[in-house]
């Protein structure tokens, strides 16, 4: 993510402690907190599919009821301050970072045009997959992946078969590619801010990396292959692209997406010690700074871009639309969850907390890996990180070094199994919506679930008995 990476981190850290500081006493709060979060994620999966009309025209009021039934409760069992505090963090400090972050990368990239027609044959889509991938760990999955769907979905539109390229996608550029650098993905950036050495993951990740997006892309390649000799034989699709000489449109805004990183990063070393007090919430001085400059470099790019090039993107307004209002209600619902998680063994979920530790007291790295990614896959993956993090000890220099394979587990499960949900990664939603506003017939929540339980599921478990058994 052009920084997803690093600016969603700047925000989770916060959601993690939140249950603290903010005076929720997750140890003592009942699994019937986590309903509300259950019952989004379940219109989510069975909206479009059950209901599609009424979702279609009124899934913000739908999920407005769903935080609504969050925000109640918590008034009514902790009192307004608590409560009000608690969720206002959320979208002051979590929320609005986070949009401003993907609005921006969203209308930044929809003016970045790869002109021209490149055809989707099995080796030019593994060719894109895997330049996409390597962007991912350097610009951030949301960045790369902003960047190099709208190609994708060009290069393809003339295919019968076209879903599985984007689900393929989704894997390997909005998540797995992310998983070598703090830049690649949130939870590895939470990391670089609690201590851990910028080049770790570089240097302890990439035999899992390698390996994970090895499998996964040759799996791709054998299922394209099969695909595009099934639709030789079938009646041809008039490719709706014209062929062009390829060429990159829109040079002007790669300087805009260069400055979204370097706003990020200065907002991760400038450490004025201001802050100023919102309704009881305390912001500071540089995260204000980062989100500013954020947001004008996006306005910039509207100003700057040439609409003939936003056009031909099919760039509208829908998706980060449908994006910002389903993550409104999944960042409220989830401040009880979170809670609970960051009780540990305290809280409702000690049973599944006590899975990271062997009867002899050592770390189970194995389970930290599935119990981290399990979670990554629902819940915020940056805060699931730091929850296990400090379960393993919290301590950056021990586990870089003794219980370097612990940390390893945890940020591979955190990065790898974001892939597993369509909301188990920031840019994962983005993708598919833009792809189905783009008429790709793409699966719902759980018939994407059933993808990447056939295909991903099957590599996690080679690779952590490979990695972390």
Same mark, same amino acid.
């Given at each position: 993510?052009?920084?997803?990476?690093?600016?969603?981190?700047?925000?989770?850290?916060?959601?993690?402690?939140?249950?603290?500081?903010?005076?929720l006493?997750?140890?003592?709060?009942?699994?019937?907190?986590?309903?509300?979060?259950?019952g989004?994620?379940l219109?989510?999966?069975?909206?479009?599919?059950?209901?599609?009309?009424?979702?279609?025209?009124?899934y913000?009021?739908?999920?407005?009821?769903?935080?609504?039934?969050?925000? #109640?409760?918590?008034?009514?069992?902790?009192?307004?301050?608590?409560?009000?505090?608690?969720?206002?963090?959320?979208?002051?400090?979590?929320?609005?970072?986070?949009?401003?972050?993907?609005?921006a990368?969203f209308?930044?990239?929809?003016?970045?045009?790869?002109?021209?027609?490149?055809?989707?044959t099995?080796?030019?889509?593994?060719?894109?997959?895997? #330049?996409?991938?390597?962007?991912?760990?350097?610009?951030?999955?949301?960045?790369?992946s902003?960047?190099?769907?709208?190609?994708?979905?060009?290069?393809?539109?003339?295919?019968?078969?076209?879903?599985?390229?984007v689900?393929?996608f989704?894997?390997?550029v909005?998540?797995? +590619?992310?998983?070598? &650098?703090?830049?690649g993905?949130?939870?590895?950036?939470?990391g670089?801010?609690?201590g851990?050495d910028?080049?770790?993951? &570089?240097?302890?990740?990439?035999?899992?990396?390698?390996?994970?997006?090895?499998?996964?892309?040759?799996?791709?390649l054998?299922?394209?292959?099969?695909?595009?000799?099934?639709?030789?034989?079938a009646?041809?699709?008039?490719?709706? &692209?014209?062929?062009k000489t #390829?060429?990159?449109?829109?040079?002007?805004?790669?300087?805009?997406?260069?400055?979204?990183?370097?706003?990020?990063?200065?907002s991760?070393?400038?450490?004025?010690?201001?802050?100023?007090?919102?309704?009881?919430?305390?912001?500071?001085?540089?995260?204000?700074?980062?989100?500013?400059?954020?947001?004008?470099?996006?306005?910039?790019?509207?100003a700057?871009?040439?609409?003939?090039?936003?056009?031909?993107?099919g760039?509208?307004? +829908?998706?980060?639309?449908? #994006?910002?209002?389903?993550?409104?209600?999944?960042?409220?619902?989830?401040?009880?969850?979170?809670?609970?998680?960051?009780?540990?063994h305290?809280?409702?979920?000690?049973?599944l907390?006590?899975?990271?530790?062997?009867? &002899?007291?050592?770390?189970?790295?194995?389970?930290?890996?599935?119990?981290?990614?399990?979670?990554?896959?629902?819940?915020?993956?940056?805060?699931?990180?730091?929850?296990?993090?400090?379960?393993?000890?919290?301590?950056?220099?021990?586990?870089?070094?003794e219980?370097?394979p612990?940390?390893?587990?945890?940020?591979?499960?955190?990065v790898?199994?974001?892939?597993?949900?369509?909301?188990?990664?920031?840019?994962?939603?983005?993708?598919?919506?833009?792809?189905?506003?783009?008429?790709?017939?793409?699966?719902?929540?759980?018939?994407?679930?059933?993808?990447?339980?056939?295909?991903?599921i099957?590599?996690?478990?080679?690779?952590?008995?490979?990695?972390?058994?």
């Amino acid at each position: 993510m052009a920084g997803a990476a690093i600016a969603v981190a700047l925000l989770f850290p916060a959601q993690a402690f939140a249950a603290e500081e903010h005076g929720l006493p997750g140890a003592s709060m009942s699994l019937w907190w986590a309903l509300p979060f259950a019952g989004l994620l379940l219109s989510i999966a069975t909206g479009p599919l059950l209901f599609h009309h009424v979702w279609e025209h009124h899934y913000g009021k739908i999920t407005a009821l769903w935080a609504a039934l969050v925000v #109640v409760p918590l008034v009514a069992a902790f009192g307004v301050p608590a409560a009000a505090e608690a969720v206002l963090h959320t979208l002051l400090t979590e929320y609005m970072s986070f949009i401003i972050l993907l609005f921006a990368l969203f209308t930044i990239s929809g003016g970045i045009l790869l002109a021209g027609n490149i055809h989707g044959t099995p080796l030019v889509n593994a060719g894109l997959l895997l #330049v996409g991938g390597i962007l991912a760990s350097i610009i951030g999955t949301t960045g790369a992946s902003m960047i190099l769907i709208r190609p994708i979905l060009r290069a393809n539109d003339n295919r019968r078969f076209n879903a599985h390229v984007v689900i393929f996608f989704i894997f390997l550029v909005s998540n797995i +590619g992310g998983s070598l &650098t703090p830049l690649g993905d949130p939870p590895l950036f939470v990391g670089f801010l609690r201590g851990v050495d910028f080049f770790w993951t &570089t240097a302890n990740l990439w035999r899992e990396t390698l390996f994970v997006s090895g499998v996964v892309l040759i799996v791709f390649l054998a299922i394209d292959s099969i695909l595009h000799h099934r639709e030789a034989g079938a009646p041809k699709i008039k490719d709706p &692209t014209p062929d062009k000489t #390829v060429r990159l449109r829109g040079l002007p805004n790669i300087p805009l997406l260069a400055g979204v990183i370097g706003a990020i990063l200065l907002s991760a070393s400038w450490k004025p010690g201001v802050s100023f007090s919102i309704l009881g919430v305390s912001l500071e001085l540089q995260n204000l700074a980062r989100d500013a400059i954020i947001l004008a470099l996006a306005f910039l790019s509207l100003a700057v871009s040439r609409k003939s090039h936003r056009e031909a993107n099919g760039f509208n307004w +829908g998706p980060i639309s449908e #994006v910002a209002k389903l993550f409104a209600g999944i960042f409220i619902c989830i401040v009880p969850v979170v809670a609970i998680l960051r009780a540990g063994h305290e809280g409702a979920l000690a049973p599944l907390v006590a899975l990271v530790t062997s009867p &002899t007291g050592q770390p189970n790295d194995l389970a930290y890996f599935w119990l981290t990614g399990a979670l990554s896959s629902f819940l915020d993956n940056a805060p699931t990180y730091l929850v296990f993090f400090e379960l393993a000890g919290g301590d950056p220099r021990h586990l870089m070094t003794e219980a370097a394979p612990t940390l390893a587990a945890i940020s591979a499960g955190a990065v790898f199994m974001g892939a597993n949900t369509y909301i188990g990664n920031a840019p994962n939603f983005m993708v598919y919506a833009i792809a189905r506003h783009r008429g790709v017939k793409m699966p719902g929540f759980f018939g994407y679930m059933a993808w990447s339980g056939l295909v991903l599921i099957p590599t996690f478990l080679i690779a952590g008995f490979l990695f972390f058994g």
